[in-house]
């Protein structure tokens, strides 16, 4: 099983390289139709094209397992092609990026992150105000770390603190009328809205930061405002290790405080924020961005905001021991499986999960959540289970031209015009696959 696992990951990341990416600047057409062979006009966002980044990476882990536990064959044979086109996308990713100058809650300064648009040419992409959204950079921060512990490129470190540094920036750091921080990340520095997506994935990655600095000297600039005139700007210089661990712990607990839903899942969001907008005041005849105080938990809840807060508590769990990550995580997996997963909806003995819009990758980012969590608790290994399943009934019996339909259980369509796959849906099985692949290999 684990042998074919990562076999059809590499077969399904291959076909979905050669039919999304055309040119060596590796633009991305967002969808490819198999029946037809014609791929879309429509170029991927960065958060599409990321998802690239996502398989290789987990096929490169993959790889890596392969090799320590098996025969090393598929290893020798493929690593080194995976690891140049990892640098390929993540060069070509550079039509992503641009420069603005943002006002946070502690500074201004100048900034090159990655706009949603892919630009005419490298570095031009448009990323004021809401062209560029925190999210992204998380995910690509999370990328970023993968690369660097499979390959230790020094370049994939760098970018990914250049990018946290970019994301904590905003972190609302201003304070209520009862003196309490008000915390949580906006969607973007466009918006005001602080949603799951802007916060519960940048866990995970702080946490990573946190264990490649520990018992380490390097020290970082903390920005803060004083508690005590809630106005002045503070920076202060801070261990890495202890920097990173601290806003792990105070985004996954502004997230659970906020976002948890009755259910037991996170909610999309937090609205009705005041101000509307984003707004700036003068201090000591300096601009900062205003405090936002949002009240409102919108829905619906989504498997990937769930997804990454079962991550975070795996990953909080393993760093410091403490056994409310052990209780939250558990609780949190076990009302996610039941929340998002219907048996036999739609083919009898498999689980349905909601595929409407962007929920393939959505639920990826889900399974993948369970198997972080496997290890402090074995019951995820049947929520685990209902993945494998669905990708095989969806491999053995729809297979076309290396390509997996979007609904794994239904199949095509019987139109063939009909039959467009998003190319971070092939992305996200060919992931899957190889996060199986290493999940089977190494949970004994």
């Given at each position: 099983l684990s042998k074919i696992n990562l076999i059809r990951s590499m077969e399904i990341l291959d076909n979905a390289v050669t039919a999304h990416f055309k040119g060596s600047d590796m633009a991305m057409a967002r969808f490819y139709n198999p029946y037809t062979d014609s791929s879309?006009?429509?170029?991927?966002?960065?958060?599409?094209?990321?998802?690239?980044?996502?398989?290789?990476?987990?096929?490169?882990?993959?790889?890596?397992?392969?090799?320590?536990?098996?025969?090393?064959?598929?290893?020798?044979?493929?690593?080194?092609?995976?690891?140049?086109?990892l640098e390929q996308l993540y060069d070509n990713a550079d039509y992503y990026l641009g420069t603005f100058t943002l006002t946070s809650y502690t500074q201004?300064?100048?900034?090159?992150?990655?706009?949603?648009?892919?630009?005419?040419?490298?570095?031009?992409?448009?990323?004021?105000?809401?062209?560029?959204?925190?999210?992204?950079q998380m995910w690509l921060v999370r990328e970023y770390l993968e690369s660097y512990k499979i390959t230790k490129n020094e370049r994939y470190l760098q970018m990914a603190e250049y990018l946290t540094e970019y994301v904590l920036d905003g972190w609302d750091c201003t304070f209520d009328s009862d003196g309490n921080e008000v915390g949580g990340i906006p969607w973007g520095p466009g918006y005001v809205s602080k949603h799951s997506c802007s916060n519960g994935p940048m866990v995970s990655p702080l946490v990573w930061l946190h264990e490649i600095y520990k018992n380490k000297n390097d020290e970082i600039t903390h920005?803060?405002?004083?508690?005590?005139?809630?106005?002045?700007?503070?920076?202060?210089?801070?261990?890495?290790?202890?920097?990173?661990?601290?806003?792990?712990?105070?985004?996954y607990d502004w997230?659970?405080?906020?976002?948890?839903?009755?259910?037991?899942?996170?909610?999309?969001?937090?609205?009705?924020?005041?101000?509307?907008?984003p707004e700036y005041e003068n201090i000591d005849g300096v601009s900062y961005r205003k405090g936002v105080i949002c009240t409102d938990r919108v829905g619906p809840p989504y498997t990937y905001n769930s997804g990454t807060m079962v991550s975070g508590a795996a990953d909080l769990y393993r760093a410091t021991g403490d056994k409310k990550y052990l209780r939250q995580g558990?609780?949190?997996?076990?009302?996610?499986?039941?929340?998002?997963?219907?048996?036999?909806?739609?083919?009898?003995?498999?689980?349905?999960?909601?595929?409407?819009?962007?929920?393939?990758?959505?639920?990826?980012?889900?399974?993948?959540?369970?198997?972080?969590?496997?290890?402090?608790?074995?019951?995820?290994?049947?929520?685990?289970?209902?993945?494998?399943?669905?990708?095989?009934?969806?491999?053995?019996?729809f297979l076309y031209k290396g390509f997996l339909p979007t609904n794994l259980l239904l199949g095509w369509s019987q139109n063939n015009s009909d039959n467009n796959?998003?190319?971070?849906?092939?992305f996200t099985f060919a992931a899957e696959y190889a996060v199986l692949y290493r999940y089977n290999q190494t949970k004994k």
């Open positions: 879309s006009t429509e170029t991927g966002s960065i958060w599409m094209y990321s998802s690239a980044i996502e398989a290789v990476n987990a096929v490169l882990h993959a790889l890596k397992t392969e090799k320590e536990f098996g025969d090393g064959k598929l290893y020798e044979k493929n690593f080194n092609r995976y690891v140049k086109l201004t300064k100048e900034w090159t992150v990655y706009g949603v648009n892919r630009g005419s040419s490298k570095g031009t992409a448009e990323v004021e105000g809401v062209m560029n959204v925190y999210d992204d920005r803060y405002i004083d508690s005590n005139d809630r106005k002045t700007r503070v920076t202060e210089q801070m261990s890495k290790s202890e920097y990173y661990l601290l806003f792990a712990q105070k985004i997230q659970v405080n906020n976002l948890l839903g009755t259910e037991g899942v996170y909610d999309d969001m937090m609205g009705g924020c005041t101000p509307g907008k558990s609780d949190l997996s076990d009302a996610s499986f039941s929340y998002f997963a219907k048996e036999g909806e739609e083919v009898s003995g498999y689980y349905t999960y909601n595929i409407g819009g962007f929920r393939n990758w959505f639920n990826g980012v889900l399974m993948r959540g369970y198997v972080d969590f496997y290890p402090a608790y074995n019951k995820t290994g049947n929520y685990i289970e209902s993945f494998q399943n669905n990708l095989d009934y969806g491999y053995e019996n796959t998003e190319g971070m849906f092939s």
